[in-house]
C-alpha cells in the first residue's frame, strides 16, 4: 500500500538499459527532477548529453513529495538574512521564483497535463514560541516585496496563532511533469539510460565512471543529481548534511479550500489537495534516517481524524531529503579543482523549486562560467563548514559506527512473519526477516557507505543506515542513499564498504 499517488498515476516510458562502454560530452548521473531538468536544458542548447539512472527515473524523491511549487520554504528567509545578509535572502526568493516560472512556462509550451495551478500557500504557527519567528519572516517578505498578508485564521479547521498568505505560488503533478521534460530531451537528441548504476567514479579532464554491470562511461563534464552525490570530492557532504525522511496519508474528501498549508514549528502538518483525485495530503513525522523508528502513519492518521474526522487513508507513503547546515542547497562545481564536475543536493524537502533553480544555476556554469547565484549555493561557503552542526553530524557518527557493534542481538530467532530484528547467529550480529511466505533472510547489517550498523525500518521493512540515509531492503538490495553496493546475504563474504569520498 506504501506506494505514491504521483507514481501511480503516470506510467512513465521506459529507457533501456547501458550494457557497452559509451562516451559523452555531458554525463548527467540521476533521473529525480535536477537530473532531468539538466538534461532538458542542456539538450534544448544543442549540447550532447545523457542522463543516467540506477533505478527508473523519477521514482526517488522527486516522484514521492506533495507536488507544492512555492517560494515559501518554512523558516527561511530570516535564517538566510542574519547569516549572510538581505540580498542573498532575495536573491533565494528570485531563483526559486524563477522555477516555479519555468514549470509554468513548460506546461504551457509542450502542453503537460500535470494538473498544473497557481493559489496562495499559508505558513502558520499553532505554538506562541513562534509567533515571533512568524512575524520576522513576514517582515522578510515584506521588505522583498512579495504579495502576501499576515493572517489570524485559516480557511480550514486548524486554530492559529499566525499565518503567512503568500499569493501566486503553485501546486502541480511532479512525476507527470518530469516525465514530459525527459520525452522533450529525447526529443531534442538528449540520451536516457535507466536501471545503470554508477559505482565508482574518477575524476578528470576526461572522466570515467564505472557502472554496476562493469562498463564504463567516459565523459568531458558530469553533473551529479544523484540525490546524494555518489562521488565526494573531499567536500565530505557525509558530515555536512543530515538524510530526513517525512511521511504522507491522503484521504478522499470532497471540498479543500484551493490553497497549500505548512506550519513553522515541530511536528510539522503539511496540507495538499489533488482536486483532480479529490484527495488530500497530510504530511508530517519528519525524522532523522534510521532514527526514531515508530508507527509514524498511524501518528499522521490520528492527527487527520482530529483535524478533519476522517477514517480511511486512500494512499500512504515516505521519501526522504538532505538537509544542509545553514538550509541553503548545494548546486554548481563540486570542488575548486574541477571545474567539469558539478553537483546539486540538500534541497530540505523544498526541492521541486530547489531542484529547477539548481539546474539553472549549473547551466549557466556551463554556458557562461558564472551565475548570480553561484555564491549563494555553493558548497564553499566557508561559515557552512566549521559550524557546529558540523562538528555534531560527526559525533554522531561516530556513536553510530560503535553504538550497533556493542551489541549482539537477539539470540531466539522470531516466529513473526513480517518482522525485521538483528540476530546473533553463532556470535555474528545479521539483520533477519522473515516474509509472509515463511521465506528468511539474513544479511549483514553494516552499511556499504561508511560501516555504521543498519537499523530496521518498520514502517517501510527496510534496512535504514543512521548516518547518512542509506536504505536497503530485507533483501539487502540499494533503495536510496549514498551507499553504491548492496549488502551481503549472511553466508556470503562481509559487506563491502566504498564511502566514494575521495
Ligand atoms: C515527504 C516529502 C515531501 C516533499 N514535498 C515537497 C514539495 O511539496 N515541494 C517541494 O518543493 N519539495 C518537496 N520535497 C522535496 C523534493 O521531493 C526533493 O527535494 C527532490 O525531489 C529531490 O530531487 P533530486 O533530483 O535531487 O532527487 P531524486 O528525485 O531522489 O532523484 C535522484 C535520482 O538519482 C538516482 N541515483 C542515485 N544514486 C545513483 C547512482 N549511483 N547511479 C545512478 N543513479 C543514481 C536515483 O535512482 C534517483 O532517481 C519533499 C520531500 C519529501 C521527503
Ligand atoms: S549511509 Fe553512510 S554509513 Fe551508512
Same mark, same amino acid.
Given at each position: 500500500?506504501?506506494?505514491?499517488?504521483?507514481?501511480?498515476?503516470?506510467?512513465?516510458?521506459?529507457?533501456?538499459?547501458?550494457?557497452?562502454?559509451?562516451s559523452?560530452?555531458?554525463?548527467?548521473?540521476?533521473?529525480?527532477?535536477?537530473?532531468?531538468?539538466?538534461?532538458?536544458?542542456?539538450?534544448?542548447?544543442?549540447?550532447?548529453?545523457?542522463?543516467?539512472?540506477?533505478?527508473?527515473?523519477?521514482?526517488? %524523491?522527486?516522484?514521492?513529495?506533495?507536488?507544492?511549487?512555492?517560494?515559501?520554504?518554512?523558516?527561511?528567509?530570516?535564517?538566510?538574512?542574519?547569516?549572510?545578509?538581505?540580498?542573498?535572502?532575495?536573491?533565494?526568493?528570485?531563483?526559486?521564483?524563477?522555477?516555479?516560472?519555468?514549470i509554468?512556462?513548460?506546461?504551457?509550451q509542450?502542453?503537460?497535463?500535470?494538473?498544473?495551478?497557481?493559489?496562495?500557500?499559508?505558513?502558520?504557527?499553532?505554538?506562541e514560541?513562534?509567533?515571533?519567528?512568524?512575524?520576522?519572516?513576514?517582515?522578510?517578505y515584506?521588505?522583498?516585496?512579495?504579495?502576501?498578508?499576515?493572517e489570524?485564521?485559516?480557511?480550514?479547521?486548524?486554530?492559529?496563532?499566525?499565518?503567512?498568505?503568500?499569493?501566486?505560488?503553485?501546486?502541480?503533478?511532479?512525476?507527470?511533469?518530469?516525465?514530459?521534460?525527459?520525452?522533450?530531451a529525447?526529443?531534442m537528441?538528449?540520451?536516457?539510460?535507466?536501471?545503470?548504476?554508477?559505482?565508482?567514479?574518477?575524476?578528470?579532464?576526461?572522466?570515467?565512471?564505472?557502472?554496476e554491470? &562493469?562498463?564504463?562511461?567516459?565523459?568531458?563534464?558530469?553533473?551529479?543529481?544523484?540525490h546524494? #552525490?555518489?562521488?565526494?570530492?573531499?567536500?565530505?557532504?557525509?558530515?555536512?548534511?543530515?538524510?530526513?525522511?517525512?511521511?504522507?496519508?491522503?484521504?478522499?474528501?470532497?471540498?479543500? #479550500?484551493?490553497?497549500?498549508?505548512?506550519?513553522?514549528?515541530?511536528?510539522?502538518?503539511?496540507?495538499?489537495?489533488?482536486?483532480?483525485?479529490k484527495?488530500?495530503?497530510?504530511?508530517?513525522?519528519?525524522?532523522?534516517?534510521?532514527?526514531?523508528?515508530?508507527?509514524?502513519?498511524?501518528?499522521?492518521? %490520528?492527527?487527520?481524524?482530529?483535524?478533519?474526522?476522517?477514517?480511511?487513508?486512500?494512499?500512504?507513503?515516505?521519501?526522504?531529503?538532505?538537509?544542509?547546515?545553514?538550509?541553503?542547497?548545494?548546486?554548481?562545481?563540486?570542488?575548486?579543482e574541477?571545474?567539469?564536475?558539478?553537483?546539486?543536493? &540538500?534541497?530540505?524537502?523544498?526541492?521541486?523549486?530547489? %531542484?529547477?533553480?539548481?539546474?539553472?544555476?549549473?547551466?549557466?556554469?556551463?554556458?557562461?562560467?558564472?551565475?548570480?547565484?553561484?555564491?549563494?549555493?555553493?558548497?564553499?561557503?566557508?561559515?557552512?563548514?566549521?559550524?557546529?552542526?558540523?562538528?555534531?553530524?560527526?559525533?554522531?557518527?561516530?556513536?553510530?559506527?560503535?553504538?550497533?557493534?556493542?551489541?549482539?542481538?537477539?539470540?531466539?530467532?522470531?516466529?513473526?512473519?513480517?518482522?525485521?530484528?538483528?540476530?546473533?547467529?553463532?556470535?555474528?550480529?545479521?539483520?533477519?526477516?522473515?516474509?509472509?511466505?515463511?521465506?528468511?533472510?539474513?544479511?549483514?547489517?553494516?552499511?556499504?557507505?561508511?560501516?555504521?550498523?543498519?537499523?530496521?525500518n518498520?514502517?517501510?521493512?527496510?534496512?535504514?543506515?543512521?548516518?547518512?540515509?542509506?536504505?536497503?531492503?530485507?533483501?539487502?538490495?540499494?533503495?536510496?542513499?549514498?551507499?553504491?553496493?548492496?549488502?551481503?546475504?549472511?553466508?556470503?563474504?562481509?559487506?563491502?564498504?566504498? #564511502?566514494?569520498?575521495?
Open positions: 500500500m506504501n506506494a505514491p499517488y504521483w507514481i501511480l498515476s503516470s506510467e512513465g516510458k521506459q529507457y533501456e538499459t547501458l550494457n557497452e562502454d559509451y559523452t560530452d555531458y554525463l548527467v548521473i540521476g533521473g529525480g527532477l535536477t537530473g532531468v531538468t539538466c538534461l532538458f536544458l542542456l539538450s534544448r542548447e544543442g549540447y550532447n548529453a545523457t542522463l543516467i539512472d540506477a533505478n527508473r527515473i523519477g521514482h526517488g %524523491s522527486s516522484g514521492r513529495n506533495t507536488g507544492k511549487a512555492t517560494v515559501q520554504h518554512g523558516y527561511i528567509y530570516s535564517r538566510i538574512e542574519k547569516k549572510y545578509g538581505f540580498e542573498k535572502a532575495k536573491q533565494y526568493y528570485e531563483i526559486n521564483n524563477k522555477a516555479i516560472q519555468f509554468e512556462d513548460m506546461t504551457r509542450y502542453n503537460i497535463d500535470c494538473q498544473f495551478k497557481r493559489l496562495p500557500a499559508y505558513l502558520f504557527t499553532r505554538d514560541n513562534f509567533v515571533e519567528k512568524l512575524k520576522e519572516e513576514f517582515a522578510v515584506q521588505k522583498i516585496g512579495l504579495d502576501c498578508s499576515y489570524k485564521e485559516l480557511p480550514v479547521p486548524i486554530n492559529v496563532l499566525g499565518a503567512i498568505k503568500l499569493n501566486n505560488q503553485a501546486q502541480f503533478h511532479p512525476k507527470r511533469f518530469l516525465d514530459a521534460l525527459a520525452n522533450e529525447v526529443n537528441k538528449g540520451r536516457i539510460f535507466e536501471n545503470t548504476r554508477v559505482i565508482d567514479f574518477h575524476p578528470g579532464e576526461e572522466c570515467v565512471v564505472e557502472l554491470n &562493469g562498463k564504463r562511461i567516459r565523459a568531458k563534464n558530469v553533473i551529479i543529481a544523484s546524494y #552525490p555518489c562521488y565526494d570530492a573531499k567536500a565530505f557532504y557525509f558530515a555536512r548534511m543530515r538524510a530526513d525522511r517525512s511521511y504522507i496519508v491522503g484521504y478522499e474528501t470532497d471540498n479543500f #479550500p484551493e490553497a497549500h498549508f505548512i506550519n513553522i514549528e515541530k511536528p510539522t502538518i503539511s496540507l495538499r489537495y489533488i482536486p483532480e483525485e484527495v488530500l495530503l497530510l504530511s508530517g513525522e519528519g525524522h532523522k534516517v534510521g532514527h526514531n523508528d515508530g508507527d509514524h502513519y498511524e501518528n499522521l492518521k %490520528s492527527l487527520a481524524k482530529e483535524i478533519f474526522g476522517f477514517q480511511n487513508a486512500k494512499y500512504q507513503w515516505s521519501a526522504q531529503d538532505y538537509i544542509t547546515h545553514d538550509y541553503i542547497p548545494y548546486a554548481g562545481y563540486t570542488s575548486v574541477y571545474k567539469n564536475i558539478f553537483i546539486a543536493t &540538500g534541497y530540505r524537502k523544498w526541492g521541486l523549486t530547489s %531542484s529547477i533553480a539548481s539546474a539553472m544555476v549549473i547551466m549557466d556554469l556551463i554556458k557562461k562560467q558564472e551565475s548570480e547565484y553561484e555564491d549563494l549555493f555553493s558548497n564553499l561557503r566557508v561559515k557552512d563548514i566549521i559550524s557546529l552542526n558540523f562538528l555534531k553530524e560527526n559525533a554522531d557518527m561516530a556513536v553510530q559506527l560503535v553504538a550497533g557493534k556493542l551489541t549482539l542481538g537477539e539470540s531466539e530467532i522470531p516466529q513473526d512473519r513480517g518482522v525485521g530484528i538483528v540476530v546473533n547467529i553463532e556470535g555474528k550480529r545479521c539483520g533477519f526477516y522473515r516474509d509472509e511466505e515463511d521465506n528468511i533472510y539474513l544479511v549483514d547489517i553494516t552499511c556499504t557507505h561508511m560501516g555504521c550498523e543498519l537499523k530496521w518498520s514502517q517501510e521493512k527496510s534496512w535504514d543506515c543512521p548516518c547518512h540515509g542509506s536504505r536497503f531492503d530485507y533483501k539487502g538490495n540499494i533503495l536510496e542513499g549514498p551507499a553504491e553496493y548492496s549488502l551481503n546475504s549472511y553466508t556470503e563474504l562481509k559487506n563491502k564498504i566504498n #564511502p566514494q569520498i575521495m
